[in-house]
């Protein structure tokens, strides 16, 4: 499409027509007429298709003017009757303020729900009242809104408390009953309905039109064109990929525009993607539908004529402006309200209705617009939202049948208004009765799940695709029958009971089909073939888990609820059961003298399910009879009496045995879909309506039976029965089972029966079963958890259950049984359980798994043992029950169960069998436990006789036939068994509770009052076993001091033995074996040590002996000897850049020379300080290299590390690399003689440089045969231009020079390698001076000593670095380098041979003196004079040093003055000097320099901003000439300044220099001033960089999490502009927000084909391909580096407890925490972004998958 055409001009005859047209006379004219709709019908056919739709692309500028010229201003003025401005003021000043605050949220705005105050979680604050309220001081919730809803303050429904902010408290005066209407006069009021009728019938029928080609009556156009649109419409099936690749080929477009279609149509629910007449437009529909009719339904296309296209974007725009007027005053709110909902004449549905019944039809951008005006009108008007809930619930079923069929998601379904009614607890109230809603909502719900079995259950297998979608959809009714339920009554009407019980029996209906649905049976012989479908149960059971919860809260609100919907549960389970028992033999099973009748079945070979919701439903309802107390005081309108226990217990029981056969290894070929069910029925998520009241049910029934009765049942399901009830059960066991797998089996169900009966009976810390608080419950969930280890507050949340406002209820209790330990820089805070808590722990506490038991149980010894305590984990003392279930307790002492601990005792003894196991006796154990400590409470409570009399009944012997030992004997003997150890203490324990309650018991039975004899007793023998403890304890104490003696002396044994391995192997040889005292005494009194120039301290010669870590040899370095080189990774940095807006050079034409102070982008050498044979590393990286090529043909998967680009992973430490620098011995330097001053050094060095010049034109002369006529410069003496100096190294170091020199070549110019290019050498001297400088800010900025305090490896890579480029000269050509030194110097002394020599404001000094230092052996090789090469170092320091000190009083001296200060003569003779300095510079440039008097002022400037230069120059030369720096420097503190200059041999008064040698530097001072760039600089043009450089941070932060959730909400796609960015991402380093991860703002790279997204890209032009960026909605670190590589890291935002929360799911409000901002800040600082990443890839395989350029 012609670009030209959207800057189209208005049409010429309507711009006629304009200039002629008044609102005000149009207005005035329809004051007259009769018939105002047709005249307004006219007036709109005649503009609206000469003003929308005149082209292919639409231009919103002009349509906007033009819509509100010619058709809201006629509308406004007929409204208002004058000037609409003025009206509307005049509307808005007499207007009451809303109290609601109505604030729609926008996609991604924060918003805050007050997790005390409000109704339900749905009760949201927008910012700004959330800042106004009281709930900020609450504990809040803070989530992103997904868009739609709104702001609920001013709601007082919504609020506990605090409904509204400052903002919108009322007034006191404030009389808001009154009738809004009476703000209006009667005329406007008649005048606004008219308008109002008009256009929302206008608008309501154009979004409802469904004929392509014709318009509604009266809108047909004056002349009718031939133009068509091709529309495009969104649907939720087809992919952005498949739509782009269809339109591509239907409308012939590029890729980028059809990009830009695709996210139209995505965003805003259709596009028109061609114009023109109806045959061309209908050749793309035709294309496009058999384009993307394969695979699914095809994409909707429509052919419409451009002037229905109009006529509806018009009414869009209608719309809008009626929300947009009746913001001005509720009176013309209340107007629309009555237009909208008024019934048309002959009973027929109104505008809204018609709206709502057409939403499914209606696209995207239609939907969102009427929902907008329904929110702003119908919803912010009180009395109307009645009304339309009203409208709403009686269209309900309707809408949401057309919302199943539809495939848009909720958030743009009418159905999604739902909240904003439903969860106002009078409205949903009111629709209860006056509507039925809850019952309407469960009926339709169950309509839509037709798949039924034989006996009417849901039946969810041969799920299709398109069932579970329908499915998926089908769960929102349960969203909304959850908001009608969220708040209970607090008072009941006969309307509500009888409408409430009414819903009930419709959702009793529901759980009927759900009452075993999905049954199995087990699988014997082989393994089952299909995984059975069993996720859509459970994912109904989960949905309905707090709708069954709620039901039982307002059932117990209620009595006379409770009572009927109780009997209702009944009658349905009844009639549940009636089906299932048949065809079930009736058996009789008789044990220990007592039998009972029931039913022949075995889990085992029949179908059993695990879905019983009526049966859990009536566990939960029996609780509440009992909690509520109406069980006690209505018997009589009970059913009581009729309810058969043995069939309350069968189901649940069936369930139970199931989980633990499938514990026990029996249904292994059901596989996994069975082990997934009994996972999630115990899970946390579904427990509480699942396994807990499957629990409550036995317990129930349990408590109405006989206690033996109950357990023989048990015995039967568990398949246990014939092995107890025999008298000699034992031995027939044995015989019968000689199976190996069967006595396993049978072990771990009698286990499992064990715990259950444990459970039984213990299990009373719910209220309505035991006498406890609610609050109980939550504290021993905690203390349990905790039992297990100490854990962080999310954790502890997901283990707990939630209710339906998504709380757990914790935070009211846990601060009573755990103590918080706030977290470090990484890592969680934690609770860790208090130490008084541990006795309330029970080790078969029923939510435990398996897994968590053992660790529980591990834990808990060990703390006994650490405390001194024996071992024994006693049951808690327990509750009392309710009366209710009182009778439970009798479980304890009945003959069935006595019987069963007396067998499992009696095996134990006998080891032989096997056919017992210690967890079996464990539980046994606990179970005597129990009986003793419930004896004990009864005879501690009673005062009467005492009806539990356990001990007793374990001190009888045995019955026949051989009257066996009692059960307390048969404890005395299991004391003694060897092979019992572990349980001793438990037994030890039990025998002297037992010994405790007899001598209770003879007490009370002589004298009530005698002494506690008992309890003495009892503290004589724990006091005894306490010494004994001690005892021991201290002997294991004294035997580890001795061992740990032993040791520590063998090991100083062997350091003295072998001491040179001890020695620090750093690769410096200057921490020689001298011990420090030689380091810190320098052999004469007077030299100190001095790193640079002839007076440098002499390094004494070492042998350096390294270890290959690959071939584990020693070599000695050598510079004729093979090669050792160190891992390393080269990479482009911008983390110092004073610049980033400087574009990136062009890498072939780029001259590197120089760096600019503003060090834009440098080159940084990291490396992880292993050393290899360069051999043994090229055999590894060809290996690597291999291995990538095989890789490659099996399978595409990406590695973390890119062998292309010559990278591989350290083999030791698997650290990221990309080459390897060559390790180099110190050069050896001979010293001088008298060494030349400065002037005369200068003269010869110039001399030096001529011959040079003419040496190398005339090599070009001759390889270009003509001669050049310039006089030859003779050579000065001793200096041999003809000499070709060999090189010292040996041919595998040359090697890896070229190797090193290229990849950094390579990676600082992003270029292909070429090691004849003759910039590799400068590439690497700036690689060496990148390093160096941000080494030495980053020991300032950690406060660090400037030596001693780097990790080995960064000085080893340091000083590699440095010796590298002192000999990377020698692998390239000589006469390049001596090029380089020579263009180098003339910076500093003008040369006239050499051309465009930059200013010296433009320099980077330091990248300078490093640069010069390093390419003048070039030149000095060929010198024969006798002068060292320390001379020119000197000299060169010298040189630039006095450069420095001129660009920093050109560029650092601050204009506004301080205070002057007088440094009391100490430093006068320096700020004189500076002085004299300053102003020789004034006289050069004039009046570029301001005056500046102070020179106390001017030298603090000079020492500040030299200082880190001087800082990275003492580095350099240490690593350069390896001379011990002087101690000062070991130590942050004061006397730097001196120790510095004196190690660099510079006079500590700088400008000493200057004055020294004055008739030479005044020349250099005025060429370097009267350079034409420096007064362009000074004057602003270029970019001056001030000294010292400050460093760089990443950007502030703000505290709270929220402010930066806000700024993003409001960030706008800066590509399609009107878009709401759905990932807003923030550059850490520069601060830009970007849109990631969507089309709209892909871009491509260098010319590259594929497009990346806006991060990838940012990262290019910011970070030199690394970035840090904050997903602000996901709240997550993002690390990018280059395309490929990328990780997420953990956000420095946590909440109160210590943790991020990625993805903000747990909504806990977040703060900036400074020390892991610090840290991220540091990885940046040190350059170890990609290293991160690199780990993180190596650590997590699925982040190598991830493909990072889209982000």
Known sequence: MAAAESDREVPSALCSEFLNFSAKDTASRWLQVSDLPREVYQHLACYVPQIYCQGPNLNPQSEELLTQLLLQSPLEWYLCGEEPSTGLAKLEQINQPSQLCGHVFKVGEPTYSCRECAADPTCVLCMQCFLGSVHKEHRYRMTTSGGGGFCDCGDTEAWKEGPYCQKHEPNISDSSQEDPLAHLTPDMAARTYKVFSIMLKYAVDMLTWEKEDELPQGLEPPERADTYYCMLFNDEVHTYEQVIYTLQKAVNCTQKEAVSFATTVDRDGRKSVRYGDFQFCEQAKSIIVRNTS???????????????????????KALGWMGHVIRHSDALRRVLCQVGLQRGPDGEGSLVDTLMLCDSKMWKGARNVYHQLLMSSLLMDLKYKKLFAIQFAKNYERLQSDYVRDDHDREYSVTDLSVQMFTVPSLARMLITEENLMTTIIRTFVDHLRHRDLQGRFQFERYTAQQAFKFRRVQSLIGDLKYVLISRPTEWSDKLREKFLEGLDAFLELLKCMQGMDPVVRQVGQHIEMEPEWEAAFTLQMKLTHIISMIQEWCSSDERVLIEAYKKCLTILTHCHSGFTDGEQPITLSMCGHSVDTIRYCVSQEKVSIHLPVSRLLAGLHVLLSKSEVAYRFPEQLPLSELSPPMLIEHPLRCLVLCAQVHAGMWRRNGFSLVNQIYYYHNVKCRVEMFDKDLIMLQAGASMMDANHFLMIMLSRFELFHIFSSIDGRKRYSRENANKDVVQQNNTLIEEMLHLIIMVVGERFVAGIGQVHVCEEIKREIIHQLCIRPMAHSELVKALPENENKETGMERVIDSVASFKKPGVTGRGLYELRPACAKQFNLYFHH????????????????????????????PVLPQFCALFGSLVKLLQCDVLLSIVHTVLQWSLETSGGHWSESMLQRVLHLIGMALLEEHQQLENSEEEATFSFTLKISRPGEAPSNSASILALLETLQNAPHLEVHKDTIRWILKTVAGIKTMRERTATTPAADHGGQSQEETVRDKDKAERKRKAEMARLRREKIMAQMSEMQRHFINENKELFQQTSLDELEASASTSVEHSPTSADAALVCVGPRRTRVCERKQVVTCILCQEEQEIRPDGRAMVLAAFVQRSTVMSKNRQRPPPDPEKYDPIFMHPDLSIGTHTGSCGHIMHSHCWQRYFEAVQAKEQRRQQRLRVHTSYDVENGEFLCPLCECLSNTVIPLLPLKKTSSSCDPPTLGPWLKTIGQQVRSLHSAHRKAKATSA??????????????????????????????EMLTTFGTATYKVGLKVHPNEQDPRVAILCWGSCAYTIQSIERLLVDEEKPLFGSLPCRQDDCLSSLVRFGSACWTAGCLSTVQTHFIRLLAALVPDPQVNGSPCILDVDMFHLLVSLVLSHSSVHCLDDSGVTVDVGQLHFLHLVTMAHVVQILLTSVPVEMTMEQESGGAEREEEEAVCRLYNSLRTHLGSALCEVSSGWHLWRCVKAGILPYLRATAIYFHHLNGVTPPPELHVVGPGQWEALCGYLSLPCNLLQLFYSHQDLMEPLLQGWCSHP?????LQGSGTLVSFPRESNQLIELPEDYSALINQASSFTCPRSGVDKSRAPTLCLVCGAMLCSQSYCCQTELDGEKEEVGACTAHTFSCGAGVGIFLRVRESQVLFLAGKTKGCFYAPPYLDDYGETDQGLRRGNPLHLCRERYRKIQKLWRQHSITEEIGHAQEANQTLVGIDWQHL
Do not use: N, W
């Not at 435990?848 to 071992?871: M, N, P």
């Open 848 to 875: 435990y798994s398996r897994a968590d038991q053992s660790k529980a149980e591990e834990a808990q010894r060990k703390l006994k043992r650490q405390q001194g305590e024996d071992t024994a984990l006693p049951p």
């Open 1573 to 1577: 760039a420096v007064k362009q600089c």
């Open 294 to 316: 394969r695979q699914s339904k095809p994409l909707r296309v429509q052919v419409m004529h451009s002037s229905v296209v109009a006529h509806q974007c018009f009414a869009l």
């Open 1265 to 1294: 045969e003509c001669l050049d006529s310039e006089p030859d410069c003779p050579a000065p003496q001793g200096f041999r231009l003809d000499r070709t100096p060999t090189s010292p190294y040996s041919d595998s170091i040359k």
